[in-house]
Every structure is written in C-alpha cells, then in structure tokens.
C-alpha cells in the first residue's frame, strides 16, 4: 500500500533533539529532482543519481555505465584522496596536475600536466605530458627510480630497463632518436649500461657502454679493455700513464707521459712525448722532445722532436730530426738532421747525414760520370757547397779520372767571396807514387798544369779551408786542352765546418 503526501510550499522534516536521526528504512528511495543535504548524509546502501554537486564541484554520471566526470571549481582545482592513496586498476587521465600526499597507483596514469607525490606513483604505464618532479629531504632519504625485473631467470642480451627519446618528425621519421637502457650481461644478474643515439635518422644503436666489470666502450659495444675506443681519441690536454701506451694511431695535442711503454702506427704530439720505457711506432712526431728510456726509440718511419734524447738507442727506417740528438747506445737512421748537437757511442746512417753544427761531415756524391772538356776552368759536375757567412770549413774533393787520350789539364777551387787555401794533387798517369802537388788562394785559376798521356785510371784530390764573412759559394773546377777527361762517378766533395 503506497502513501503519496503532496506540498505546494515547502516540506521540512525535523527531528526534535540535534542528535536525533531522521532515518528513511527502505530497500529503496528514489527521488525525481535535486536532493540538498546542508549537514551530513549517512548511506547503508548506494546512492543511484546522475550529478552529485556543491557549488560548481560536482561528480557527475551522465549516462548508464558512462564515466564519472569530476569537475572542480574554486581556484585550486584540486581533487583531493585519502592520505592511505586511491587505488585505480585503470586509466588516471588528467589535463592538469595529478598531486598526491601518498601514493599514486593504476594501470595506466595520463596526464597533460605534471605529476607529483611524496610517496610511490606506480602505474603499467605513465604517460606525462609535463614534468615528473622528485623531491628530496632528510625525512625521505635518497630518491630512486628504480626499473625492477620480476623475472626469476633472465637471457643474455635481454633489455633490463630503458629511457628513450621519441621524436615524432616527419623527415627522416619518427624514431627513438636516443636513449639510456641497461642489457644484462649473461644469465646471473649482472648488467651493462649503454647510451644510445640515431645518426643520419636511422636506428638509435649503443655509442658508449659501460660494462659489468666496469669497462668503458667508445663507438665500441664490447670493450676488452678498462677504456676501449674505435676510432680517432682527441685530447686537448696531457696523456698521463704510470704503464703502456699502445695504439694504431697516437694524436696529442699536449703532453704524452707514461712510465711504461709507448707503441703505436703513429705517434704525433704537439708538446713533449717523455716515456721511461721504449717508445714504438710508424712516425714518431713531437714539437717538443722525445725522450726514452734505456730501452729506447724505434720506429718503421721519422722520428722528429724538438730534442730527442734516448737512454738506449735511436733508430729509424726513416728520418731523425731533432735540435739535439742524443743516444747512450747507437743511432741507426736513413737521414739524421740535428740543428744543434748528435751525442751517441755509434752512429748508423742509411740515408744522407747532412748538418751546419761543428764537426758535421756533409757528403756530394757524384752520381754520373762526367765528361769534361773545357778549355777554361770549369765546374766539375755537382761538387760544390756553400760555406755559410762567419763560419771556417774544410774540405776534400776526390775525383777518380779515366782520360779518352793526351792532354794538359789543371784544377782548381773555385769560391765567390772570403779566404781559401787549397792544394791541388794529380797525377799525370796511372802510378804508385803521389801526383804533382801545388798551392794556390787564387779562385779559379789552375796553378800547375799536368800532361795526362794514355787513358789508364788516374786521380785528382783537391783539399782546402775557407773564411768568408758572407756566405760564399765553393766548387771544384778543370780544364782541358784536347781530349775528354771522365770524372768517374764515385767522385765526392765532403766539408765540414770548423768554427
């Protein structure tokens, strides 16, 4: 039996003590309109209505088994939960800010804005399209995040954890453009960290690894080594080793210092390359010195510093150039060039050892024979040098002759400037004893002449000294009256400066 009371005013129901309830006891209330509840509503069952809603706050559930919209007014536009968290096993999709005292837990959490929590947000998926702030104090202790892998065996090579960098550009493509990710390193837990990047809008592939053991790979995915690098290594700065250096190709534009060995295909520093063991390689280039232990400098190439210095030996296939080469041991070289002082117990050369220092012995090689015939002084062939301004210099000229029959001839040193001593000493025909010996200071003019007859082996040897305050240019010179003399090849000028 139903009980209909109708109003046309208003209709209050009010108990007499303030503590005294109104209860409704049904299994079922159904009001057609609003409902305005000014204290507090106490529910058994479940509430079945479309909007529920202070002010302009409401929750509202527009449609059978829609979503529930939350609309917050004021001007905090903050929904706030129980501090003991909500949990939602679906999505959490918020244009602003998802703040919470506790924790954040769902299946998937979507924001535009950011989102922020003291405790742990943990969803199957976050998706923030603002920031994701974590604070710190002494209460908290050491923020973490952690990538956790419930996995009780794990594969070689299986990814443990990554953070990716998405770029969404049409040209060359969407991509990961780089990335952070750890890779497990066999089957017993261990991991390895790699930093990834896209070149040339391809794949993002590992360009710097750390591994399990704590070895660092450059443009090298599985370095041997504690630091392994594929490719060229610039340092701007010094090269320090207490061991080995060791390398294809050694680039340094500073200092190379280590106290074992260097060896490389090439070794090039533009400050000082100083090694207490050997020092190895193709080339061996250093604007400043190269110094070696006792075992010494080798290389297949040059060997160039500003000094070289050696505790055992020097020795390159190549060139050795240096202000001061110095070797306890031998120096073996294909050219030796010295601005200042060569210092060793033996000095091999396969090239040409040249130099304006003291004592320097510089070598003219005749490389052909000459045919000479000339009824004046003349050069023979490429002996000559040129003596430089202030400094002394001896020198010796040998020349082997084969004349092609009789005839008179005379030698000379020819010099354009300074004081010059020479003797002239030929033969005249094959013989044991010594030729015609004659003394001059005059440049060009043959003093004695001799009468050469047949055309068996011969010699001439011209020795001398020369001063010159300017440089002053030196050459050896004859003259024939008939007959071809040939200046064999194997004719050579040496001088060496004296003061």
Known sequence: MSTVKRVSGEYTIQSIGASDP?????????????????????LVGNINADKIFNGSTSIEIPVTNGNANVTIGGTANVAVFATTGQFINGLISATGLISAAGNVTGGNLRTAGQ????????????????????????SVGQPTIRFTDTDTTVTDGQVLGAVEWFTSDATPGARVTAGIRAIAAGTTGNANVQILTSTNGAAATAKFVVDNVGNVGIANVAPLDTLAVTGTAYVSGNITSAANISGGNALISGQASAGGNVTGGNLITSGLATVTGNITGGNIISVGSVSAGAAGVSATGNVTGGNVNSNGLISATGNIT????????????????ATANTVTSNLQVTGNSSGTGIGVENIVWQPT???????????????????????????????????????????????????????????????????????????????????????????????????????ANVAIQAQTSIANINIQSGAFLTYTRLS
């Not at 003019?445 to 000294?465: C, H, N």
């Open 22 to 42: 109104i209860n409704l006891i049904s299994s079922s209330v159904n009001i057609d309109g609003n409902l305005t509840v000014t204290g507090n509503a106490v």
């Open 115 to 138: 989102v922020s929590a003291t405790g742990d947000v943990t969803g199957a998926n976050i998706s923030v399209a603002g920031n994701i702030l974590i604070a710190r104090d002494a």
């Open 322 to 337: 240096g202000a001061n080469v110095v070797g306890t041991l031998s120096v073996f070289s294909g050219n030796l060039s």
């Open 369 to 471: 024979t000459v045919a000479f015939n000339s009824a004046v002084q003349a050069n023979v062939g490429v002996l000559g040098f040129l003596a430089l301004a202030g400094y002394s210099y001896k020198f010796e000229a040998y020349m082997p002759i084969l004349p092609d029959g009789g005839t008179s001839t005379g030698f000379s040193t020819y010099f354009d400037a300074g004081t010059c001593y020479y003797t002239v000493e030929a033969q005249a025909a094959q013989a044991t004893t010594a030729g015609s010996i004659s003394t001059s200071n005059v440049s060009g003019v043959a003093v004695a002449t001799q009468s050469m007859t047949g055309t068996t082996p011969r010699m001439a040897r011209i020795t001398g000294t020369i001063y010159s305050a300017g440089n």
